[in-house]
């Protein structure tokens, strides 16, 4: 540290990706360069936990982002070499052909190769990344075959210098639209508000989440971080509070965010220590947020009939640092109900429960955070609630029926019932590591593990009698058309009760 900060960092000591990151910044006639892992003191005595809070400043800042997309780590090198003028006529589109723009003539690729080197390159394949993709204001991305150019207006290429065509743009425009438009927010608060729901803020925020959970994370423990830099301008302008990936506005329609892939999911007592079961967080998987609707006739509420929120330490309620929630428990006023799940077509689980005005048997879907096996669920016993409805007026004229509903829910099981598996599980891990030394991943996995029994006996000493009634959340479900008279029995007032979603 004192060598580098008093008499410098010799060029050629640098990681390649470094050495000609800074070749090109010379090219383009930049003083300086900011490099993260150089900028920020790394672990075990870093000031990543400080500087983390502000790199939304660093990136949004900047005048140009270079991304190394072809390289597996800083040694990779952002140029590949190729020799000059080297033509590789192949198809593309169903043509063989070959462009020449100037005295150069560059290789048109395979359609599936430059899905490929679209998907390395304006895609960004990590979480980190995606955040200095859409905080950026431009972007050059150095791919294995081409440079590609990214700004709040247009995504270009060498071979495409105007544009890139329909087919490989239509996967960039999203980002390259809400791109243009945080950076016209520097100016003006109402850059992120639109007219109409499509071009809000919060569908804004539905897609970074969607494109943000699908890219990898080696440290699971930077998730909500990792992202805090898009939420956090976003809170400054939408008046909102925030939390672990959820908004304070219709809290009760966001906690039934699914996943695209429940095989695809797992939770991990990394996340599982840090992040409540409610949010979307807490899975390490891609979900699919879900939308807020302004009128429904049905919400669930907190104990005290209020609409249902969290809350966030004062010294986190403004600023760069990201929000730090008082508690990570969610009070609910719920009739608590119960089904039997049974697995469909193509693997999609459906639940079952009796009609209130036939012998038929209701059915919904639902979409389980991970794969049933991992989930503690009893699946011929499956609680479950309703968190939101619209209504539907019947155009059948049957007195019976004036109205269907449609609306979300979530799957549940008992805190008890979940802590005892991770016990289990706690047990087993020490057992396999014994008389080894563990790795660093496998140290953090049993200090998430040991986190994890400490919550529970402090949980147990505070809430007592009523550790009973407190539930952790499973999957999702989504329900059409449900006659009047069982949606009543699912959401009978008389039989709500107070429980605690952590």
């Known amino acids: 540290m004192a060598k580098h900060l008093i008499t410098g960092i010799p060029l050629d000591e640098l ?21 993260d892992s150089l900028a920020i003191v790394q672990e075990p005595f870093g000031d990543f936990a400080k500087e983390a809070d502000l790199m939304h400043k660093v990136y949004r800042y900047s005048h140009c982002n270079i991304v190394a997309a072809d390289s597996e780590d800083a040694y990779g090198g952002l140029f590949r070499r190729r020799k000059p003028h080297q033509i590789l006529p192949v198809e593309y589109k169903g043509t063989n052909t070959h462009h020449n723009l100037g005295e150069k003539a560059w290789t048109i690729v395979p359609a599936d190769l430059w899905e490929k080197e679209l998907l390395s390159s304006v895609i960004y394949g990590r979480a980190w990344v995606f955040q200095e993709r859409i905080l950026s204001p431009r972007i050059l991305h150095f791919t294995k075959h081409q440079i590609f150019w990214d700004c709040g207006t247009l995504s270009a290429c060498e071979v495409f210098p105007k544009g890139l065509p329909f087919p490989l743009d239509h996967k960039a425009s999203t980002d390259r639209h809400w791109r243009g438009r945080l950076a016209k927010s520097t100016v003006s608060s109402n850059a992120l508000v639109g007219v109409i729901d499509n071009e809000s803020s919060y569908t804004f925020w539905m897609s970074a989440v969607q494109n943000y959970t699908e890219c990898e994370l080696t440290n699971q423990g930077d998730k909500t971080i990792a992202i805090w830099s898009i939420a956090k301008l976003l809170r ?70 209020a609409v249902v929120g969290f809350a966030v330490k004062e010294e986190t309620r403004q600023g760069d640092k990201e929000p730090i929630l008082e508690s990570r428990t969610l009070a609910l006023k719920a009739h608590i109900n119960f089904g039997r799940l049974v697995r469909g077509q193509e693997d999609q689980d459906r639940l079952h429960f009796p009609s209130k005005i036939s012998t038929d048997t209701v059915e919904v879907d639902v979409f389980l955070d991970t794969p049933r096996a991992t989930t503690c669920i009893d699946p011929e016993h499956c609680a479950f609630v309703i968190l939101a409805a619209s209504a539907t007026p019947n155009t059948t004229n049957t007195p019976q029926a004036r109205q269907t509903y449609s609306g979300v829910g979530l799957l549940l099981i008992q805190c008890r019932t979940w802590f005892a598996e991770q016990e289990r599980l706690y047990q087993d891990y020490k057992s396999a590591l014994a008389g080894v030394e563990p790795s660093r991943e496998q140290r953090w996995r049993l200090d998430a593990f040991e986190k994890l029994m400490l919550q529970q006996s402090e949980r147990v000493m505070k809430m007592g009698w009523k550790i009973e009634c407190m539930y952790r959340r499973v999957g999702a479900l989504q329900f059409r058309d449900m006659d009047e008279q069982t949606f009543s029995s699912l959401t009978d007032d008389g039989h709500r009760e107070d429980i605690w979603l952590e």
């Open 15 to 35: 990681p390649d990706n470094f050495q000609e990151a800074i070749r090109v910044t010379r090219f383009l006639q930049v003083r300086y360069i900011w490099i």
């Open 236 to 305: 400054d302008f939408m008046n909102e509070q925030y939390a672990v990936g959820m908004w304070s506005e219709a809290l009760e329609e966001q906690l039934a965010w699914r996943v695209r892939d429940t095989k695809a999911c797992k939770r991990m007592p990394e996340l599982d220590a840090n992040i409540p079961s409610w949010s979307w967080a807490s899975i390490k998987g891609a979900v699919v947020p879900q939308h807020r609707l302004a009128k429904r006739p049905y919400k669930i509420t907190d104990h005290d009939e």
